[in-house]
T-cell receptor, first 112, second 112 residues
């Protein structure tokens, strides 16, 4: 089992460009999450999907959109990237009735 | 009320020493308190977790101490090893949403 996978690992964008971060899991997770990690800020929730077909905003959703394509895949889209979105992005999944979240390896995004 | 405050920001400990990281929360509805460990270039991984009905939980060299009245919990790493050098995040969650609120992280360095 691959667990939670994320692509790409690294990305550099210019201000105003768009891109989609991909996340897939083979752990039968019902819920999936997108976080951003910034120095001194911990992990902040951007969006989450409690189950297939549903998505909800987290703490810092502005500038992002998400799609829960199916049970396995949860993508994060930046429509018009800004330097403030320079960060490390983590996807995570969770099985029903369990708190434990399993994280992917992260995507390091730089917006110039 | 949703914040989880973590300290210190960084910690240097000699091999064999005790590492102590502290967290405090405000929202008494939180009922799950995990600690995540993150190595450079990797996603966070669950280390140990506690529910508020117990005051202490121990797994090997790692212990969570929980003080419900003070709304504080801490991670103790006994006999700290260089391999424990990582960033540690505390978090808090509640059954109603299964979302986690993370602390800002502590970078631990264990010197040989």
């Amino acid at each position: 089992n691959a667990g939670v996978t994320q692509t790409p690992k690294f990305q550099v964008l210019k201000t105003g460009q768009s891109m989609t971060l991909q996340c897939a899991q083979d752990m039968n997770h019902n819920s999936m999450y997108w976080y951003r990690q910034d120095p001194g800020m911990g992990l902040r929730l951007i969006y989450y999907s409690a189950s297939e077909g549903t998505t909800d905003k987290g703490e810092v959703p502005n500038g992002y959109n998400v799609s829960r394509l199916n049970k396995r895949e949860f993508s994060l889209r930046l429509e018009s990237a800004a330097p403030s979105q320079t960060s490390v992005y983590f996807c995570a999944g969770r099985q029903a009735s369990s708190y434990e979240q399993y994280f992917g390896p992260g995507t390091r995004l730089t917006v110039t | 009320q949703q914040q989880v405050k973590q300290s210190p920001q960084s910690l240097i400990v000699q091999k064999g020493g005790i590492s102590i990281i502290n967290c405090a929360y405000e929202n008494t509805a939180f009922d799950y308190f995990p600690w995540y460990q993150q190595f450079p270039g990797k996603g966070p991984a669950l280390l140990i977790a506690i529910r508020p009905d117990v005051s202490e939980k121990k797994e090997g060299r790692f212990t969570i101490s929980f003080n419900k009245s003070a709304k504080q919990f801490s991670l103790h790493i006994m006999d700290s090893q260089p391999g424990d050098s990582a960033t540690y995040f505390c978090a808090a969650g509640m059954d109603s949403s299964y979302k986690l609120i993370f602390g800002s992280g502590t970078r631990l360095l264990v010197r040989p």
